[in-house]
Structures are given as C-alpha cells and as structure tokens.
C-alpha cells in the first residue's frame, strides 16, 4: 500500500469507492467540484486536494469517477489533469466512457504515463460494500499493478486492451436497460389481467424472467422513488454511447434500439434528472395502474 491514491470524483459511487480505499490503508487525496462530497470522504480518512490537477500531479495511481465523458474532457484535457500525471503513474478512469475518447486521451498522456479503462457496475450498494464488479481494459502489466487495489472495490475483470472495459460495461447496462424498461411492462401485463403484483414479483424471481432488474430494482418501482441514484440522464448517455458500439455491427438491434427510445421517451416526459425506473412509472401512469406494494423497501444506496 505504498502508492499514493489520487481520487476525483466523489458521487454516488466514487465517494464510497475512495472512502474503501481509504479505510483499508491507502493514503487518498481525494477532489470534488462539491465540498460536501469532499467533506464526506476526508472525514472518513482521506486528505482533501486543492484541485483535481494537484490531485493528479501528486498520486501514483489516479482514478476518476466521473458521469460523462464531457466531465472527463473538462478535468483531464480542460482542467490540465492528465499533462500533470508523473512518469511512471498510472491513471484508470472508472467513468462509464467512449472507448476511443480514452484511446485519444492515452495517446496525449506524458510519456511514462499508462492508462485503464475500468468502470464498473453494482450500484451505490455495491460501492459502499466493496460488492462491484469492474470491467476492466489495459495491459497485463498495469492491472497487475492496481489489480489488488482495485479488488477492495470488488470482482475485477480482465477485458483485454485499453477501451474493451467500456465495450464491456456498456452491453451489461444494454441488457440490464432492456430489462428495466421490460418490467414495468410485465407488471402492467399481469395486473390487467387480473393477477396481484406481489404475486407476479414472487413467480418472476423463481422463473426463467428472473434478472439483476427484478430482485434489486423492482423494489425502487414499489417504494415509489424509482431509484434517484442513477438518474434517466445517465441511461440515455450510457445508450447513446451503445447506439454508436451499434454501428460497428453490420445489422440492426431492435431490442436495443427500443430501450434507447423507451429512456429518451420517459426523459422526455419526466425530466431527465429523476429516477431510471420512470420508464416502469410511464407505463404504470398510462395504463392507471399503480405499483406500489407494502414492504421495508430499505433503498439500496442506505444497504
């Protein structure tokens, strides 16, 4: 645990992220744009950095946290970041990213500087508790430096070279957003016809429609909130991205396609800043259902 952790991005899941770290023995600079958030992870044992360019000028392996790649262009590229980076660290970008975009930055970064892709998936839960599984793109030799690092976080996975995590993460979230805009419409289906939603709930989870959406998500769509942590905004950056991974196919992807204008729809109606399960509330709204169900829906980012 000799390295020195750089740290910007302290949200949702980057602030629980730099707090694991922290706490399991590293010494973490740690940078937000919000002080509170910056407050949170220093209090819990990390040092507050002045900026993200001091941060990153200071750290042997800096990580990014960030929404969109937009964020990313204005911290490392804007914000002088990435020219700051000393020969011989290492800088992995957690953020959910274009693929090429962390080529072209890999390619401006000072020499002696290398660079992974790895964002991740599992929810603020998932982050608070070390539970993630991250995905993973770079060269052997790199993940073999950070890889112990990285596994307080959670599961690493080796993807292959630098831009294949991102490819990765985005066809986990393209299947995990089909499903989430699929079950509000198997709700709809059942209760129309007559069966109760705990009933449907219960069959799902112990069937072939059984998914990540069903056991983690539905109780957002229950408990009425549906699920502020990661907002409708982000599904339709993370699908615009997978609309461009589509190009490079050959054919068309129909479910795919669906699910980008089932988001951009509940955007639309909704706003983009609220929940990503208000593509499950569209459907309960027009259809005059209602999916709330009696229980300890505890939200998962209090898990």
Request: glycine share 10%; with cysteine.
């Amino acid at each position: 645990m000799t390295d020195t952790i750089g740290f910007v991005g302290l949200g949702n899941m980057g602030g629980p992220m730099a707090i694991r770290l922290a706490k399991n023995g590293y010494r973490v600079l740690a940078y937000d744009i919000n002080p509170e958030a910056l407050q949170r992870v220093v209090d819990a044992g990390a040092e507050a950095a002045d900026d993200a360019t001091s941060c990153a000028a200071l750290a042997d392996v800096f990580l990014t946290s960030l929404p969109r790649p937009d964020h990313v262009q204005a911290v490392m590229v804007d914000g002088g970041a990435l020219a700051a980076l000393r020969p011989g660290s290492l800088w992995v970008d957690l953020t959910t990213n274009r693929k090429e975009f962390v080529a072209e930055l890999a390619a401006q970064a000072p020499e002696g500087v290398n660079v992974i892709d790895s964002p991740l998936t599992g929810a603020v839960d998932g982050a608070r508790n070390g539970k993630l599984t991250l995905f993973a793109g770079g060269a052997d030799s790199d993940l073999d430096r950070v890889e112990e690092m990285l596994s307080l976080l959670g599961r690493v996975i080796r993807c292959g070279p630098l831009g294949t995590g991102n490819v990765t993460k985005l066809v986990t979230n393209q299947l995990w957003f089909i499903h989430a805009a699929a079950i509000g419409e198997g709700f709809a289906l059942g209760m129309a016809n007559g069966v109760e939603l705990d009933v449907l709930w219960d069959a799902i989870k112990d069937s072939v429609g059984d998914s990540f959406v069903a056991r983690h998500d539905a109780p957002s769509i229950f408990a009425g909130h549906y699920d502020p942590s990661f907002t409708l905004d982000l599904c339709v950056k993370d699908l615009g991205l997978t609309m461009e991974l589509a190009e490079n196919v050959g054919t068309d992807l129909p479910m795919t396609e669906r699910a980008n204008e089932t988001f951009v729809r509940a955007g639309e109606r909704y706003g983009l800043d609220v929940g990503e399960l208000h593509v499950a509330k569209r459907i309960e709204d027009d259809g005059q259902l209602s999916f709330r169900l009696e229980g300890d829906w505890v939200p998962h980012w209090e898990a």
